[in-house]
């Protein structure tokens, strides 16, 4: 049985439901996002796994134990929030001993583990300071070592890097994934950014009003997306809008001058309007004197502006049918603004789901 | 060399004096008056602690001084402690309704305090059972330092993030030891204040106490009734010491601020921005 279970929980603010019927289970050791956009109801879920809000319906059971009717105080959980949430009035010290002297530890204990945590969390020389002395990425230490020092069943972090700024956030990541495996307890993380994520995450269940919309390994969320939200929202992609034609095992799509090809997908009927995703990163390009712009999966297009993002660059081309990036090493051959390109890309790199009713 | 002061600067110095001798110039005159053996015009003063020694071996007035102490420390204990949990009630749990509750709980404001005596008067001795009385005395003028220990304590949590409390109950703390950890020792300096304030208010109130008190003295009513036989020197001296008794507490509110220790309440402009 796994660590962690939650068993149709929902939550209903007012006529809204905020978190819709979730059937989640997360093992120990395990690293686990949850990724959605704002509003998508994925703090709610947060704070009802932590205690702080009550389930509408479902229960919730750590550690085999059903806490749904218990108050946070006695489930034995951590958080680290956004908005770091230091006590104010105590210093560093005394906010990392915080949970261990609720726990009632011994005085001995409390200081070799603040110690301890202090250590891995290089934080020495900051005991005696209060929260509005310290950086913003200390503050930020300071939290998550307040979350790991009572050595929680699981730690909770609500977008716990979303206020650093983007060097610290790449920094923490590592940080926070290295403390998640020499600790070996559950990290349920939520964020709305991809990337951290895909950077530190097991599994990754990605919201979307309220429900789980698929919960799967980060290499499956990314590659083979199960819905077109997930295809749009996690990695970049285009899309390509057009009528569904099957004949034998592939399925093409056409429309606005371009012929994409795939292999059949169920559930994609003859004449129905479907969106095909292709990954930035898969669009190839070649001159467009070396021809084959005709092909299916081809289009010919004009590199219009070059983004250099460092170790690659995107390229965003103008064609017949709209706008197109391509994003490529910068080992590969560059193209200039300006010049004339033929885009292509595997049949397999093609993600096709019926056009979801919100963005017809 | 010539200090040159422009005249617009001179007219507002000059204003910022007058309205500050407006202010305090009868209360110095008390003050001096109240020290000197020439009371009736101190000027100079010949000190004297003729009319102090005569106010304390007054018994009425010693009677009268523990009765508007007793008044003054209770109601102030109860309005705070009142408007402290109304605030903590308003602010979580009042949601979409809370003005219209802040407004009920505000409205004693306006009401003169002449009838809110009469009518705690009456409502207490009907329905209470309480007869006019010190008891009766202290819960109305609960009633009235109730609405200005709200607004006071509303300043502070106002700027109270109640997620702290969240992050204190998910590290294992229970909701009272959430209180007295975490809540408590960020909002007392607003629980503190309107303490001071009530305490005085309800020490200074004559109409209130007056209506439910009869002829048990306290400090203003005493003050009020020997009027009837023109204005004695211990009047000066009376005066002078509730003013002292205010302008100490005052001090202490001061001093508090000053010295950073009140700033020890949460200010949410000294985090980092969160969003």
């Known amino acids: 049985m796994a660590y962690i279970h939650l068993d149709g929980v929902s939550k209903q603010y007012g006529s809204v439901w905020a978190v819709d019927r979730v059937n989640m289970a997360i093992e120990k050791h395990e690293f686990v996002s949850l990724l959605g956009p704002s509003g998508s109801g994925k703090t709610t879920l947060l704070r009802i796994i932590a205690g702080l809000e009550r389930p509408t319906t479902g229960r919730v059971l750590i550690d085999g134990e059903d806490v749904t009717e218990l108050p946070p105080h006695k489930r034995g959980v951590a958080m680290v929030f956004q908005e770091f949430l230091l006590f104010p009035h105590r210093t560093v010290y005394e906010n990392l001993a915080f949970p261990l002297r609720m726990l009632k530890l011994p005085k001995s204990e409390i200081e070799a583990r603040v110690e301890w945590v202090v250590g891995i969390l290089a934080l ?4 005696k300071r209060y929260p509005n002395q310290l950086s913003g990425g200390q503050q930020q230490r300071v939290a998550l070592g307040r979350g790991l020092v ?12 979303a206020n650093l700024d983007r060097e610290l956030r790449q920094e923490m990541e590592v940080e926070i994934r290295k403390h998640q495996t020499d600790l070996g307890i559950p990290f349920i993380y939520v964020t709305h950014n991809q990337e951290e994520a895909l950077s530190m995450s097991d599994r990754i269940a990605v919201v979307r009003g309220g429900r789980i919309e698929d919960f799967a390994s980060r290499t499956d969320i990314y590659d083979r997306p199960k819905t077109a939200f997930i ?4 990695g970049r992609s285009n899309r390509f809008i057009g009528t569904a034609a099957t004949a034998g095992d592939t399925i093409s799509l056409s429309g606005e001058g371009v012929r994409i090809e795939t292999a059949t997908r169920p559930g994609i009927a003859d004449g129905e309007r479907v969106a095909a995703y292709v990954k930035n990163e898969k669009v190839r390009l070649r001159p467009a004197s070396a021809g084959g712009a005709g092909a299916a999966n081809t289009l010919a297009a004009t590199v219009r502006y070059v983004i250099l993002r460092g170790a690659y660059a995107e390229y965003v081309l103008g064609w017949s049918g709209g706008e197109l990036v391509a994003s490529r090493p910068r080992s590969e051959a560059e193209f200039t603004e300006g010049a004339e390109v033929v885009a292509f890309w595997d049949a397999a790199d093609v993600d096709l789901f019926p056009v979801p009713e919100d963005s017809r | 060399m010539r200090i040159k002061i422009k005249p617009g600067k001179f007219a ?4 910022v004096a007058l309205s500050y001798l407006f202010l305090y110039l009868p209360v110095v005159h008390i003050g001096l008056a109240s020290f000197a053996r020439n009371s009736n015009f101190p000027y100079p003063p010949k000190w004297s602690l003729d009319i102090m020694a005569r106010l304390f071996s007054n018994s009425l007035y010693q009677t009268a001084l523990g009765n508007s102490l007793i008044i003054g420390i209770f109601a102030a204990l109860l309005s705070t402690a009142l408007a402290g949990l109304a605030t903590i009630g308003l602010m979580r749990h009042a949601g979409r309704r809370a003005p219209l509750y802040l407004a009920l709980f505000i409205a004693p404001l306006f009401v003169a305090e002449v009838l809110l005596g009469i009518s705690s008067l009456i409502f207490n001795g009907l329905f209470l059972g309480l007869q006019g009385n010190m008891v009766s005395a202290i819960l109305a003028n609960t009633v009235h330092c109730f609405s200005y220990a709200l607004l006071i304590i509303a300043t502070q949590l106002y700027r109270y993030d109640w997620r702290l409390d969240d992050a204190a109950m998910v590290f294992g703390a229970s909701p009272a030891r959430t209180f ?9 300096p607003g629980l503190l204040g309107a303490f001071i304030v009530t305490f005085i208010m309800a020490f200074n109130n004559l109409e209130i106490s007056f209506y439910l008190l009869g002829a048990t003295p306290t400090l203003p009513s005493a003050a009020w009734g020997a009027l009837r036989y023109g204005v ?9 010491c509730v003013n002292l008794i205010v302008f100490v507490l005052l001090a202490v509110m001061f001093v508090l601020m000053r010295t950073g220790l009140v700033t020890f309440g949460h200010r949410p402009e000294r985090e980092r921005s969160a969003v």
């Open chain 1, 124 to 127: 020495r020389g900051l005991e």
């Open chain 1, 150 to 161: 009572g050595r929680p069943k699981v730690l909770l972090l609500d977008e716990p890097l």
């Open chain 1, 231 to 234: 295809a749009q929202f996690v």
């Open chain 2, 12 to 15: 507002l110095l000059a204003t």
């Open chain 2, 180 to 188: 007295f950890e975490v809540t408590l020792p960020l909002i007392w």
């Open chain 2, 232 to 240: 004695k020197p211990e009047l000066y001296a009376l005066a002078t």
